[in-house]
């Protein structure tokens, strides 16, 4: 499966995904009152990530991997808001990159690592966009 995450592709020869976890929590309040059970009143849409498990394997596959992730640094620090596509075209919305993990393991005789596991977590942010009042992301 690939994506395209703005201008980033996550594919099989930039960072084959392993895994996808899509977490969505509601905004609850909970009102106390006296003598009573408390009241649990829903606000809206909460909270929505996707954590994007994926790996590089520099030498074999995917040499542009590495240069991807140095990208992805820089587009989490300037908060980038940038749409989520997958390759059968889901459009899951407009995300930014709000965590970014690399580890780095198998190490060759030359001194550069042969596998890298990346996390991404994205967490969605409003689009800004509408159309008569009904917003599209």
Known sequence: MSFRLGPFR???????????????????????P??????????GP?????????VIYKEVL???????????RRAMRWHWRMPLVSRSLHFYGFYEI???????THMLPNGTFQK???QIVLA??????SIFGISLG
């Open 10 to 32: 996550i594919a099989l020869d930039t960072q084959a995904i392993e895994q996808l976890d899509d977490q969505e929590a509601p905004r609850v309040a909970v009102k106390e």
């Open 46 to 54: 909460g909270q929505r990530t996707i954590t994007l498990d994926a």
């Open 98 to 104: 709000e965590d970014l993990k690399a580890t780095k």
């Open 34 to 43: 006296a003598y009573s059970a408390p009241i649990r009143q829903h606000l």
């Open 62 to 72: 995917s040499p542009g991997g590495p240069a991807q992730i140095e990208l992805m």
């Open 116 to 118: 890298i596991t990346t």
């Open 124 to 129: 969605r942010v409003p689009s800004r966009l």
